[in-house]
């Protein structure tokens, strides 16, 4: 009963007050601050004008949308229903994943702007298609931190959880595309690093040495598993746009696609053969299907956009499968019992250890470019040596991918281990042990006991015969 | 037996014959009027010599394409999957959205072709891709008005429904925005208050007093709650390619992305917060996520293309997450009492209310503007107000935003009530009160015999193992 | 016992050495023989400069790519999930799908590469975003193959069956599209009828006189019926784009996409037509709709891009809804019981005799066409009259047309049959007749005794009352 108590999941009062108080903040931050870039703007006709611009076709909206739209699909449905595996907790993956990336974009467009875009003359953010990519991307960052928690935390854990992280995320951005002009245009550093450690870390700090209690609620049912699916494929078939999403027009789009899509294709074959390997009789586990098919898109979201050739992005795509594999396999009960991570969804072997294989891919690639392989200008608009940096090598950029590398790994760690005491203390309604993985401590869930007398009677008439016939025997 | 008689749902006949016909007549009526427009005729290579373009991107294709495509994906999986929550009702769902919607498309490219781009040269209807766009979302008023009626009507009453709601449709559209030449790119007006008012009359007309008798086929079941996620998540994603599919090239498209994208964000968070706080402990219930998070959507249909700016479409969607959500927890109990409303999805709360807040928004939005935020060309660029209408102030235009809206409900009820009669006559095979929400009556389903001995059997054998236990005892 | 170890199920062995030797195969040809082309390549900003190309956006990434994505889309959800209906068959549905498309994508850039790109001068491939398409097209006539097999094959049969259906595949539409210089942008030929006629000669060489000892896996379940709606959906709703991915820019594109939403639109009633027709009720089959409602989008794929007209397109899809439905009727049983063809899920219907249709019907619009209809220009740049063909008339186009029909019939046919046969040697792992259609062999499933005593309690505990209540008496 005292544990009862302490563990009290009522959050009536919390998560309205959350949700009024900051989407009213965002308001009034959105009033003072956002306002419609020069191409989304009614004044477009006279910037076109100006610029002699011929085609309202040379807006950034045709370049970026079908991208966009691509993201934001990842963002709901891939990250959304790629959670929902548990047997009882779709509702919480899909839902939870629904909330905290909706308020994720709101502020990731105020601190993105901030630290990015605002303008010094007029004080505002003037946002457009691109700003809401970068957002979305931002909003990833803290989804990928969900599925270490999963099951284990309450909406306004996971709120709380968004807040932090995209601000975190803002900064460490800065520091890394910014400050150390390190190119990272699929965010393996960015996103997929500091999101895998943020997480982590969190759960690391929440450490429940009594998780056990829920293992009923751990595994999966046939039918979760194929929903899950969902998640996967739209993930998988869509990370070209993600990969793509904010690189050069033209040929950097165009080259981030290729790449992606063929260092993912290898990724399953990889995936699959360790998978079959790993079992007595070869047969395949679901959880190696769903998650590590993806780690060659998180793999190749540095170095996407550079001239890594075809056969370069097999090869990533190759090593990508059998690591992250082997993570699920090996790394995942290490990390459990030798250090104390809870990792649900194993975002270690998909999104952190990939991401830091991507970041180091990029310094690598970065490194070894030269100007008879991206031509003069090529190598200029490939690595943005322009201003500051036209007297930046190779090298030295190479060089700064590494120190962008660590800031992402440093701002993921001990952020997470903050913020991770922050939601330690008993005041977020977050489930008792023995009640994690369930949908029924926040969720109203359809009436059971309908469902059995109504839905399934086949079920019990058939099992009454039996009854009968058991008893006339 | 009598009643059973009365009850026929034998549709062997009238569902083939009117399948049948109708497209028998589709077809001799395209061939009659419909044609290929200028940018998707051979000629093309001539027009373009003609008019000087100098590249094959300048098609309109390229500028509305991809958002078609989403437009189409919300129409047969968003609008399908979000009304499979029933139990069992996934069939009737996703397979009648599916026919109903494959027919009415097609009827509407005539009825559109006829009142608004008959050439009255040759007498011809010229298509294109914004033509397709303009019949999705005519089919999507009839989809929302299935929406009311879902489970207590047969196939053959559907696509009469449709034949008479795309008719409508088609008239009400002519007045609102070529008489009136309102403003509603998103179709608050034209599609959701019409299509609202339209099923809800259709409900009213079909009011069945015993329904209760089908109460035990009302409810969910933890699967098919998330089937419905499904389609809630891709309405939501692809609004903003809703709201801006046929918004003016360039900026246009790219404000209406902007504006429904965050206007959709808000109003997911106060969804949430009205849901937790209605119930006891705080729980979060499935019915408001699914449906309320969309009604922002809804609302910004007309004012999408404005300079409502940023913080505008935040106000806008928070106000319509509290109403929608209040709404089902209210007012749909309320109209199924007292007005006698039968409302399956509460269409009432995510289309018919929210639509009249959004020409209601327009009608301000548009009475609010003025050359200072619009720029001058802007002005007449986003209201027309060109040829007829080149004099028209912003306070007038605010005006007849208002009257379109008043057309669209009026059309909607009035249209509902008649077509609500025919649907009454006892010929359409519709089914009777206690087999209401029941795919049993109008779908070949899965053999249930079958399943249960072979597909659970481990249930049984379990079940079966302790009877024998019990009766060892 | 004998015949269980003949049956030997387990490919810990093989399937991994498949995987990871074709997969290094594929890095080392990749290395050899794949390079960027230049609107991908870093040299695209002098390409051009060179060729007085003034914006990025004439790049022929930003014609193709949505229609790009939305084909990804249907190769891994579509086909996945459309598979998805055997009531224990999921993992395997969308599993197989996704390792043998993720195999033959990379093989079909290679052998689509030698015979339609090879560069002679460098002897390398270059590949661009129309390279993707053409080898996600490839990938389709595989896992058209698949459906004829599902659940009798193991995953190591899959692929040798993808790398001779690649292989075959990249020959015959080297013969078709080159050497007879045949039109078939959506594949009628080239992917549905090859990939449907190497389906079920594989099939019938792999016939199993004893699979009626599975057939209590043989239905579907409610809920995978549902899934595969999924499937049917997405495919049929990004069918417009498949048939004009690879068309010609502008007018090509824009009348392809019209001319198959219309199509499919119209097969979808006459489908539900006969289905209804079919049951003594009216009732309507899950089967049909899940399959016949695509066959439209099949047919028009040869003449989706000629001047067929939108009434045309209609008459295309009134009849192919009508004899594919009737085929899953009639024509399904009547080869399995006398031509030995067991095809799970009736490929002959959806994909074979549709194509057959679309040839015929490429071929007559072909030859019907004239200078009248298309314009000079128009018919020299529809049918490529140039070159080596400038002097081909529409007639022996027509002709032509028809001979590539054959072409695809006889590769389809004896290919299929070798193929068949070398899998018929007992090496590969197959299933025994009795363990077809279960995912069980190939697949660890969730714990279902854990699932029993956990998940679904309540029925248990509610017999577990009824049992002593029965007993009470």
Known sequence: DTDCSFRNTNIRLTLPVVCFVWQIAMIILFGVFIRYDEESDTHWVETKAHDNITSDIENDFYFRYPSFQDVHVMIFVGFGFLMTFLKRYSFGAVGFNFLIASFGLQWALLMQGWFHSLDPQTGKIFIGVESLINADFCVAGCLIAYGAVLGKVSPVQLLVMTLFGVTLFAVEEYIILNLLHARDAGGSMVIHTFGGYYGLA?????????????????????????????????????????????????????????NTYLCLASTVLTTVAISSLSQKTGKLDMVHIQNSTLAGGVALGTAAEFMISPYGALIVGFFCGIISTMGYIFISPFLEKTLKIQDTCGIHNLHAMPGVIGGIVGAITAAAASESVYGKQGLINTFDFTGDFKDRTVLTQGGYQAAGMCVSIVFGVVGGAIVGSILKLPIWGDPADENCFDDEVYWELPDEEEEHQESIPPILEYNNHMIHKQQDL
């Open 202 to 258: 969190i759960s690391r700090v929440l450490y429940r040495p009594n998780l056990h209690q829920s293992k009923r609620m751990q595994g999966s049912v046939y039918h979760s598993d194929t929903f899950a699916m969902i998640g996967t494929l739209f993930l998988w078939m869509f990370w070209p746009s993600f990969n793509s999403a904010i690189t050069d027009h033209g040929d950097g789009q165009h080259r981030a696609v290729i």
